[in-house]
Nanobody, 127 residues
Framework: QVQLVESGGGMVQAGGSLRLSCAAS????????IGWFRQAPGKEREFVAAITWTGGNTYSATSTDSVKGRFTTWRDNAKNMVYLQMNSLKPEDTAVYYC?????????????????WGQGTQVTVSS
């Protein structure tokens, strides 16, 4: 069993920054690949970034508003934490952000490949 809890969301002006945290509990966290997704009202859940258990990361480059170069994800396995630093935020980044655990062998870019999800944290970027 894995439990994930996001925090750090809030309201920020365009151009600002936020750091999201994902606290994990579970015996095998250090060997889990973790993904970040977001979901805006009326839209499908969208892949944002992922990080492997060794620290290798992937960022969405397919969305209309690519996060690569603005968002950074890393992890601290000693603390069972994963982070998402979001800089140069835009109103289009407004969404509920989730962290999730990737199933073994799953496609990191697809939400159906993840089996455990946090409850989400709201990020609102005003213009």
């Amino acid at each position: 069993q894995v439990q994930l809890v996001e925090s750090g969301g809030g309201m920020v002006q365009a151009g600002g920054s936020l750091r999201l945290s994902c606290a994990a509990s579970g015996r095998f966290f250090n060997y889990d690949n973790i993904g970040w997704f977001r979901q805006a009202p009326g839209k499908e859940r969208e892949f944002v970034a992922a990080i492997t258990w060794t620290g290798g990361n992937t960022y969405s480059a397919t969305s209309t508003d690519s996060v690569k170069g603005r968002f950074t994800t890393w992890r601290d396995n000693a603390k069972n934490m994963v982070y998402l630093q979001m800089n140069s935020l835009k109103p289009e980044d407004t969404a509920v952000y989730y962290c999730a655990r990737l199933r073994l062998g799953g496609d990191r870019g697809k939400s159906e490949s993840y089996d455990y999800w946090g409850q989400g944290t709201q990020v609102t970027v005003s213009s």
